[in-house]
């Protein structure tokens, strides 16, 4: 009967710790994405580096703090100017949980430096003080990089 009743123990436990490890890609993607929204959110940011097709055009943010709020506003004020936008971060490919598959959208309107910056980034890394993203243009093939870091 003891014997029984062990078997049946072992069984269960097997059968629970079994059933914990499987989780959904959705949900890690979701925490991947959960976690770049806090952070973006999480302060002030400024753009450090910022470089067009082989262009650096850094200097043309300088001066300006970025607020990333949590109903998709992006909000750039610096050097007398305040200027809106928006911004997401969407998952390209649900079957993907990893970091570079989730796009980091800026979207502006005006001034037309700041037009520069809207695109759908990929995420090369983000750091609780950094976001770092990269686009390939569709268009001319050059590549684009961004860097935010919080202020």
Known sequence: M???TIYAVLSVLF???T???CSSDDSSSDTNQTIVINTAISGTWRITNYVDSGVVKTNNFSG???TFSQNGTLTAV???LTTS???SVTDRNSNDDSLSDLDFNIAFTSPANFFDL???WDIISRTDTRIQLIDVSGGNG???YLTFEKN
Request: charged content about 20%.
């Open 2 to 4: 003891k014997r029984i």
């Open 78 to 80: 610096g050097n007398g």
């Open 64 to 66: 300006f703090n970025f």
């Open 15 to 17: 059968f629970v710790n």
């Open 19 to 21: 059933a914990s490890m």
């Open 85 to 87: 936008g928006t911004w």
């Open 142 to 144: 050059g590549t684009d």
């Open 118 to 120: 809207t695109d759908d």
